[in-house]
């Protein structure tokens, strides 16, 4: 049986020990104090010199091998070098030390078995402990001795210190914890790292007109558009409706295009000489880095790009220019924010050109903790395992934590800190099984899965306060939803100047080139769609890549996708917005009903009084919706809003609801399940445009008062207007008031249950459903 979604799905604040301890003067309280420290060993094996020949030659193929009890690294061996060279970096878990010696030893790497060369020992209890700001500890070099005790030829340059994940030394070093992932790229792809999303802009192409073109055919009037091409994105023009050699269009092309421009813009004048046949006139490159750019609304100068034409002679490619020329402007647009999240999610609302930008606002720190619960991933050697990490986005920067090997309850106790520009903004933390440890060519195309994510809007948080949060991990499968186990964090929002913060609520939410210059509707979701591929092939190009799944979780990229369990949820919140109204004119109607005879005698009171004095309507209004506010402090929000199964109907959905859901667009499902949804849709379908249907029908009626189509009921109402005019002309408004108001609250004796003149008279007015076919 299912847990309540309140006990299983809920968020949970937590009192973790911050850090450690807040010891006063040390600088690591104010940079990492939204982490739990953890003590790690550090040996940095720098370099050794004159190691004695162990081969026939007298050659030495030299490695080193760092071994704390069961855990053992090693570095990368030289051929035939007694003076080796390694700066790498070896970090062991105090946690998991169980042995009291440190042993490092260099060994000669052999074909059947690597010869002893020497060894260093270090007693732990005597291992100097260094706490940043304090200046990284100088290595020193050490005699190598045998297993006897005994002195032999070569020197190690070592340095070993205890220290915690604030080292500078801690994000490059080779992790016990990560003893079983070999190679270069299996330990790149488990270290933690910085990503920036690339310089979006969005690229105007404002077709204007061509001149000159030389058609193939020059018997019939040419058909001609514009292709224009820029990386994978391609748009055209409609077809001139100027069929003459001479053309114009005076059409815009949007395109998206990312810092640094690698593909020039590829434009082609085509002639449509046959429906499923168009020829090339003529085609230009355009390189984006001398397009002109732009920062507000006013035009760019246009520019004439001549046309270069190919044709194939007998065999070869022979290269044809003419005289045919297009006219166009084209301009990068850095007065827009390219969207390339969700608009429900944005991170970042910044125009493109930074000379736009405004100051900071203040500063967001978060620090990724730990996981508790996590649910098993895959299976290695027989046996359910996890290899989780991190992925927080918010604005340009992207970061990702290290990655904790076969772990259910991974501690990463990692911060990261960004700049805020708008507090209206959220930030999106995803987890995520890694499956490329053993690189990123030996994985079989592997995905790595997605494990839950949190959004958290800065908006809702208050300023320098400390959120300790554990976040449910709810993914939805096609079998329902899932807690994948859950993540703590540690995150506040600093405010750097409170009056630039409140002045951010009067300004508008993006830039004001997209209300001068608004993009449609249509455009805006090619473009952002565009964007989002652009952003995850940029990052799965990183080194380690950031790969393309999980940018398009964190970007809720299918988040648009036909849902019916979505759609019920969004109606079920318009009915949570009305229920306000709707129980508003509840309790208006139990006034007019005198179901509480005190209340009612108040409301005609309070009624006589606003009538009387008028000047106090809106003051008594701001001042009621003041007192609310105040009232309602007291149970204000304590906790960062997170993902709600229930208003998001996950809870209670239909298996073939999440089926369809999961569906491929277009679709693979059998033809019989379609069908059934295709139906299922109709009916729904249905009833909206019964209810639109009614809307039209009320506000046809309002059109057809004083339009004549029924003579009779349009002679009522002018008269009507007319006998109105006069009395209200000669009548106090005081008194007319004071009429209305005490007739609308009348006692129910005084009431008949039958509907009121007015009403009977609207809804006798004709509407258009009459021409309805």
Not at 4 to 18: G, Y
Not at 81 to 93: D, H, I, L
């Amino acid at each position: 049986m299912q847990r309540p979604p309140q006990e299983d799905f809920s968020l949970k604040e937590t009192k973790p020990h911050l850090g450690g301890g807040k010891v006063s003067g040390d600088k690591l309280t104010s940079t990492y104090d939204l982490i739990e420290q953890m003590q790690y060993l550090y040996v940095r094996v720098v370099k050794a010199r004159d190691l004695p020949g162990k081969d026939v030659t007298g050659s030495l193929d030299p490695y080193v091998e760092v071994k704390l009890g069961n855990y053992k690294g090693t570095t990368r061996h030289f051929e035939k070098k007694s003076n080796p060279e390694w700066s790498q970096v070896f970090a062991f878990s105090k946690d998991r030390i169980q042995a009291s010696v440190l042993e490092v030893t260099v060994k000669d790497k052999d074909v059947v078995k690597d010869d002893f060369v020497g060894r260093v020992l270090f007693d732990l209890n005597e291992i100097p402990k260094r706490v940043p700001p304090d200046s990284p500890l100088a290595p020193q070099w050490y005699r190598l001795e045998e297993r006897n005790g005994n002195k032999v030829k070569g020197e190690l340059m070592l340095a070993v210190w205890m220290g915690n994940q604030a080292d500078e030394a801690f994000p490059e070093a080779w992790h016990s914890d990560a003893a079983a992932v070999s190679g270069a790229d299996g330990l790149a792809n488990i270290r933690s790292k910085v990503y920036l999303s690339p310089k979006l802009w969005y690229l105007r192409v404002n077709v204007i007109e061509a001149q000159d073109l030389i058609p193939s055919d020059k018997s019939r009037f040419p058909e001609v558009f514009v292709k224009a091409i820029l990386g994978n994105q391609a748009l055209r023009t409609r077809v001139s409706m100027s069929k003459t050699i001479n053309p114009m269009w005076n059409e815009d092309l949007m395109f998206v295009a990312a810092e640094p421009f690698e593909e020039p813009l590829i434009l082609s004048v085509e002639d449509r000489v046959s429906p499923n046949k168009d020829e090339v006139i003529g085609r230009c490159a355009i390189p984006l880095q001398y397009v002109d750019r732009r920062l507000d609304h006013r035009p760019v100068s246009t520019r004439w790009f001549n046309l270069e034409k190919h044709v194939m002679v007998v065999g070869e490619k022979k290269e044809i220019k003419f005289a045919s020329r297009i006219h166009m402007r084209v301009c990068l647009e850095g007065g827009y924010h390219v969207l390339d999240e969700s608009t429900h999610y944005s991170s970042d609302l910044r125009p493109t050109a930074k000379q736009l930008w405004k100051s900071s606002i203040g500063v967001l720190e978060v620090g990724v903790l730990s996981a508790q619960g996590l649910s098993p991933m895959k299976t290695k050697d027989g046996r359910a395992t996890t290899d989780a990490y991190c992925v927080a986005k918010y604005g340009q920067k992207w970061v990702r934590t290290r990655t904790i090997i076969d772990s259910f309850s991974p501690k990463w106790n990692e911060q990261y800190t960004w700049e805020v520009f708008d507090p209206c903004t959220v930030i999106t933390v995803g987890v995520f099984d890694n499956c490329h440890l053993q690189g990123g060519d030996k994985s079989g195309g592997a995905r790595d899965s997605r494990i839950g994510k949190v959004r958290i809007r800065l908006s809702t948080l208050e300023t320098d306060r400390v959120y300790t949060h554990s976040y449910p991990l709810l993914v939805l499968h096609p079998t329902g939803v899932k807690k994948m186990g859950e993540i703590h964090l540690a995150v506040r929002f600093s405010c750097s100047s409170l009056v630039n913060m409140m002045h951010m609520y009067s300004q508008p939410l993006l830039p004001k080139m997209h209300y001068l210059h608004p993009l449609t509707v249509s455009q805006l979701d090619n473009l952002r769609h565009q964007a989002t591929q652009i952003v995850s092939i940029r990052l799965s190009r990183a080194e380690p890549p950031l790969r393309k799944e999980i940018v398009e979780y964190m970007l809720d990229v299918g988040s648009h996708i036909w849902s019916m369990r979505r759609s019920k949820a969004n109606f079920f919140r318009i009915m949570g917005v009305l229920g306000v109204v709707i129980s508003v004119g509840k309790w208006f109607d139990q006034i007019c009903n005198w179901k509480n005879p005190i209340t009612t005698v108040l409301i005609h009171i309070l009624f006589l009084i606003l009538v009387l004095y008028p000047e106090l309507i809106l003051p008594t209004i701001f001042l009621y919706l003041f007192l609310i506010g105040i009232w309602y402090y007291r149970w204000r929000p304590r906790h960062p809003p997170h993902m709600d199964t229930r208003l998001s109907c996950a809870d209670a959905a239909h298996p073939d609801e999440l089926d369809e859901e999961f569906d491929t667009f277009p679709t693979s499902r059998p033809t019989d399940i379609i069908r059934m949804r295709y139906d299922r849709l109709r009916s729904i379908a249905g009833r909206i445009q019964t209810v639109v249907g009614d809307l039209a029908t009320q506000g046809e009626r309002l059109q057809y008062l004083q339009s004549w189509r029924d003579p009779r009921a349009t002679t009522l109402f002018v008269i009507f207007c007319l006998v109105a005019a006069v009395v209200l002309y000669v009548t106090p408004f005081q008194a007319v008031a004071l009429l209305t108001g005490f007739y609308t609250l009348r006692h129910p004796r005084f009431r008949y249950k039958l509907p009121s003149v007015p009403l009977n008279f609207f809804r006798r007015l004709p509407a258009r459903t009459d021409c309805m076919l």
